[in-house]
């Protein structure tokens, strides 16, 4: 995979793994949704410059992400059908494992944005949902889009994906997700163990 791949994976993932819903709906405002993104990208950008070490930065991106994102929504929806026959202890501590684990991978990418920053372009309403366009503009790259698609269908406004010149963060984690299953032989128990690991 070339390097600008790699990197633009990385940062869609990092500037914010953030939350994603089943349903969306339309109810707050075009200026409420851009408003929450650029809140958002303050607070990321603050850890690019923080300067702290990897497991600081890993500790902030974990608590960014908890902040904005309906955390359970993401971890069924990665996890696909089989969230069904999951019990509500398995659910809970693969919902929590699953936090910790897109703290983990994600988080390590931060010092490759040290010196970047990501700026909030505008925002517009698109069917139940709003989509905020970013660029991000990181050292030795070309500045690249990011679209954050927010909305209020877990019954707070949160950004629900996220699109990077086509690349579907939710999409790549059911797929992670389902690999993990499909190697513990479809034992939930034992994916969850492995994703406390993973990242």
Same mark, same amino acid.
């Given at each position: ?7 633009? +994976?990385?940062?869609?993932? $990092? ?7 089943? $349903? ?34 890993? =500790? ?6 908890? +902040? ?6 993401? $971890? +069924?929806? $990665? ?5 069904? =026959? ?17 703290? =983990? ?79 513990? +032989? ?14």
């Amino acid at each position: 995979m070339a390097k600008s791949n790699i990197t633009r +994976r990385a940062i869609l993932g $990092a500037m914010a793994a953030t939350s994603f819903c089943i $349903a969306p709906v339309l109810a707050a405002s075009n200026k409420q949704a851009e408003e929450l993104v650029i809140q958002l990208v303050g607070e990321i950008n603050a850890i690019i410059a923080s300067g702290k070490s990897e497991s600081a930065m890993i =500790r902030e991106f974990e608590r960014v992400f908890t +902040r904005y994102a309906d955390v359970s929504t993401i $971890a +069924r929806y $990665a996890m696909g059908t089989d969230s069904r =026959r999951a019990s509500d202890a398995q659910l809970s501590r693969y919902t929590k494992e699953f936090s910790g684990y897109m703290a =983990r991978k994600y988080g390590k990418q931060f010092r490759k944005f040290v010196g970047g920053k990501i700026e909030v372009n505008g925002s517009k309403p698109v069917k139940k949902y709003y989509e905020i366009s970013t660029t991000a503009k990181l050292n030795g790259e070309a500045p690249f889009e990011v679209l954050f698609l927010v909305s209020e269908g877990s019954g707070e406004l949160l950004f629900f994906n996220m699109f990077i010149e086509g690349i579907n963060l939710l999409l790549s984690e059911r797929t992670e997700i389902g690999a993990l299953l499909d190697k513990n +032989r479809g034992n939930i128990d034992n994916m969850i163990a492995d994703l406390a690991k993973a990242g």
